[in-house]
């Protein structure tokens, strides 16, 4: 499965970014996909969830209530809904794909990786 993330760029503090992984050379359609983000010099974070089918999600706390994650099977594409968005959130996104059907929140249980697009919000 190769990943492409999308949607990412410079955001003023408040505003929202909508941000899109698609995969292409084989649907992901039973697979959990995960959000996750990284700051240079830090590890990558967690940052929200979905399941293969969208019936189960997770969020990271600081992210609960501003960030909405959901999919379109159909289209083979996963998207993560950023409002309210703070300085604190900038960070290059990663969607990665997970072997399961539901997934958790750590990085190493995912086999396939997107290449990672910015998100900059400024003050």
């Known amino acids: 499965v190769q990943l492409q993330a999308s949607g990412g760029g410079l955001v003023q503090a408040g505003g929202s970014l909508k941000l899109s992984c698609t995969a292409s050379?084989?649907?992901?359609?039973?697979?959990?996909v995960g959000w996750f983000r990284q700051v240079p010099g830090k590890e990558r974070d967690f940052v929200s969830v979905i399941s293969w089918n969208g019936g189960v999600t997770s969020y990271a706390e600081s992210v609960k209530g501003r960030f909405t994650i959901s999919r379109d099977n159909a289209k083979n594409t996963v998207y993560l809904q950023m409002n309210s968005l703070k300085p604190e959130d900038t960070a290059v996104y990663y969607c990665?794909?997970?072997?399961?059907?539901?997934?958790?929140?750590?990085?190493?249980?995912?086999?396939?990786w997107g290449q990672g697009t910015l998100v900059t919000v400024s003050s």
């Open positions: 050379r084989r649907t992901f359609s039973n697979n959990a």
């Open positions: 990665a794909a997970n072997l399961r059907a539901v997934g958790g929140s750590s990085a190493n249980e995912y086999r396939y």
